[in-house]
């Protein structure tokens, strides 16, 4: 039965614009854009070095990664487990991450096409718009390294409806035990199961009975998670380092005012979090009103006040992420534990609500043209926020966006490994016998390049390599409070940082000036092993630094004019 359904000629053409959908990635190969905030800068690297380094699975407490902050510990990466981890040790980074990409597009078009036809369009003649909603929720902008956290929500949700309803099946009980392997636990998963856990207490306290399968189901789930995220969990139960996080200081990075924070509910609210998916909800809130407007004759088609509650709880997550620095001010010197999460994630949960909204209204309206027309412009304005398709698509145009440059400029193999070659022919050296930090570029370039990096992006550390980096750059900190509080109250990006740079830490070639004074502690770099420093943008007087110009390295494939300095002796 469920194989006949997933086969019907709607769900082929749904399957069909997918694939046509995805050939611009395959034309374009290396000059494909990939998302660089967050993506390409940080979490790209982390299945590539678990998989170079062959530590995916090695748990001990004394494995490192050698490439990464003079031995970052195994255990502060993503699980072994991981089909996302998979997909890098058996293939490049570049084909690892588009196969991976258009595989979880794949999953998430199948997971909401199941839950829209075993659930909210279930009849016949449905089955054209539950493709074409599904198309749309395939194609949403999301970050497609962190798997199905998102796009395979829609599974999960009908996998333990399924089992609420007390049907006998054994489907459901292998998506939950499944779904941990390709999503994350901290950025998805506690809330999903916080999620799930209060939709099904309210179903209960509406039936008056106990949906004991379904509680079991959410228990499968919240064990698996437990197996696959066992690394993490090993570190913080048996204290294999002190993590970073320690030091987090919410309150200090997002706005204070009033002002602000409406604005930010606003924004999560009709635009949502870029992590969890960034579109324009206003489609979506146009359909529910041609909906009601729609029903005033025919109201019993219109379920207002399922409609009117899901917005509500929509609105208040909206409302708790937005005005989170009043929450935190509040809360944290009652629970100091809580500055080491992020709750804000709450709103990886939104892209789901508001998409069931959209169906409970979109099925609320005559057949016709005018429903197929909102799913259609849905489709065009989810394709056109997704960055990674439409920048490609600007790059086999011949129309490159100037500041966001595709994978093989971004990663640029051929200027890395210039550099690589002239510090061999020069001093002998293998990149395992020096260590480098980056100005001005992402350490992750270096990484997937080789090097063997201080510096670095990353989501969980020893609290002690940062204070110890921290002596590196405290001149340019001291210089810009904002980089201050930057660093001090979250420090993921523990990077050589500039005050002329700012915040600006992807510099293209002949895009600044360069540094006139770079407060760099030249003594402390040397004595973590730094040697030298691989810089986007000049420094005009580098000996004031304590370090002098190696060499200068362009080329028109990369995106990066490299400087090289090393640590004067």
């Known amino acids: 039965m469920l194989v006949r359904r997933l086969t019907s000629s709607p769900?082929?053409?749904?399957?069909?614009?997918?694939?046509?959908?995805?050939?611009?990635?395959?034309?374009?190969?290396?000059h494909s854009y990939l998302l660089i905030d967050d993506?390409?800068?940080?979490?790209?690297?982390?299945?590539?070095?678990?998989?170079?380094?062959?530590?995916?699975?090695?748990?001990?407490?004394?494995?490192?990664?050698?490439?990464?902050?003079?031995?970052?510990?195994?255990?502060?990466?993503?699980?072994?487990?991981?089909?996302?981890?998979l997909m890098f040790e058996l293939l490049p980074p570049l084909p690892a991450y588009l196969i991976h990409m258009a595989l979880v597009r794949l999953a998430g078009l199948l997971s909401m096409y199941a839950l829209l036809r075993?659930?909210?369009?279930?009849?016949?003649?449905?089955?054209?718009?539950?493709?074409?909603?599904?198309?749309?929720?395939?194609?949403?902008?999301?970050?497609?390294?962190?798997?199905?956290?998102?796009?395979?929500?829609?599974?999960?949700?009908?996998?333990?409806?399924?089992?609420?309803?007390?049907?006998?099946?054994?489907?459901?009980?292998?998506?939950?035990?499944?779904?941990?392997?390709?999503?994350?636990?901290?950025?998805?998963?506690?809330?999903?199961?916080?999620?799930?856990?209060?939709?099904?207490?309210c179903v209960d306290v509406r039936h008056h009975r106990v949906s004991w399968r379904a509680w079991a189901g959410i228990g499968i789930l919240t064990i698996s998670y437990a197996v696959v995220e066992y690394p993490l969990l090993s570190a913080l139960l048996h204290h294999q380092f002190i993590p970073h996080r320690l030091e987090f200081d919410f309150a200090q990075l997002a706005p204070h005012t009033l002002l602000g924070q409406i604005r930010s509910a606003l924004q999560q609210f009709l635009l949502g979090q870029y992590h969890s998916s960034l579109f324009f909800r206003g489609l979506m809130l146009m359909t529910v009103l041609l909906a009601a407007w729609q029903a005033r004759r025919m109201a019993d088609l219109f379920p207002l006040r399922t409609i009117l509650s899901l917005l509500l709880v929509i609105a208040a997550l909206a409302v708790f992420c937005g005005f989170y620095p009043s929450f935190l001010a509040l809360v944290q010197p009652l629970l100091p534990p809580l500055r080491t999460f992020n709750l804000t994630?709450?709103?990886?949960?939104?892209?789901?609500?508001?998409?069931?909204?959209?169906?409970i209204a979109l099925r609320a309206l005559p057949v016709g043209r005018g429903r197929a027309a909102l799913v259609a412009l849905q489709l065009v304005l989810v394709l056109a926020m997704n960055r990674e398709w439409t920048l490609t698509v600007r790059e086999l145009l011949g129309r490159p966006a100037p500041h966001e440059p595709s994978y093989q400029r971004f990663v640029a193999p051929a200027l890395f490994s210039r550099v690589q070659q002239d510090i061999r022919q020069h001093t002998g050296q293998a990149p395992t016998q020096y260590r480098v930090a980056c100005l001005g570029l992402p350490p992750a370039v270096?990484?997937?390049?080789?090097?063997?990096?201080?510096?670095?992006?990353?989501?969980?550390?020893?609290?002690?390599?940062?204070?110890?980096?921290?002596?590196?750059?405290?001149?340019?900190?001291?210089?810009?409070?904002?980089?201050?509080?930057?660093?001090?109250?979250?420090?993921?990006?523990?990077?050589?940082?500039?005050?002329?740079?700012?915040?600006?830490?992807?510099?293209?070639?002949?895009?600044?000036?360069?540094?006139?004074?770079?407060?760099?502690?030249?003594?402390?770099?040397?004595?973590?092993?730094?040697?030298?420093?691989?810089?986007?943008?000049?420094?005009?007087?580098?000996?004031?630094?304590?370090?002098?110009?190696?060499?200068?390295?362009?080329?028109?494939?990369?995106?990066?004019?490299?400087?090289?300095?090393?640590?004067?002796?």
Not at 11 to 28: E, N, Q
């Open 446 to 569: 270096a990484q997937l390049n080789g090097f063997y990096t201080l510096d670095s992006y990353q989501n969980n550390y020893p609290l002690p390599y940062k204070h110890a980096f921290r002596r590196i750059i405290a001149g340019e900190l001291a210089k810009d409070p904002l980089l201050r509080a930057y660093f001090d109250a979250w420090g993921n990006r523990c990077y050589l940082f500039a005050a002329e740079l700012g915040k600006n830490f992807r510099v293209g070639a002949g895009q600044h000036a360069p540094i006139q004074h770079f407060a760099f502690n030249a003594r402390t770099f040397q004595q973590l092993g730094g040697r030298y420093v691989l810089s986007a943008v000049g420094l005009a007087h580098p000996g004031q630094s304590g370090l002098r110009l190696k060499g200068e390295y362009t080329n028109q494939e990369a995106y990066w004019h490299l400087y090289v300095y090393e640590v004067a002796p």
């Open 39 to 85: 993506n390409l800068d940080a979490e790209l690297s982390v299945p590539y070095l678990l998989a170079r380094t062959g530590t995916a699975l090695n748990y001990q407490a004394s494995a490192i990664i050698p490439q990464v902050m003079n031995g970052l510990p195994r255990n502060a990466l993503r699980p072994g487990l991981s089909i996302t981890v």
């Open 345 to 359: 994630r709450f709103s990886f949960l939104s892209p789901l609500l508001w998409f069931i909204v959209w169906v």
């Open 11 to 30: 769900l082929l053409l749904a399957l069909l614009g997918l694939l046509l959908l995805l050939i611009p990635f395959l034309l374009a190969g290396s």
């Open 118 to 201: 075993f659930w909210l369009l279930p009849r016949p003649e449905q089955r054209p718009l539950a493709a074409g909603v599904a198309l749309a929720w395939a194609l949403l902008p999301v970050y497609s390294i962190y798997g199905i956290s998102v796009l395979g929500q829609p599974a999960v949700l009908l996998a333990v409806r399924t089992l609420q309803q007390r049907r006998t099946t054994f489907w459901p009980w292998l998506v939950l035990l499944a779904f941990p392997l390709w999503s994350m636990m901290v950025l998805a998963g506690l809330f999903i199961l916080a999620g799930l856990s209060a939709w099904l207490f």
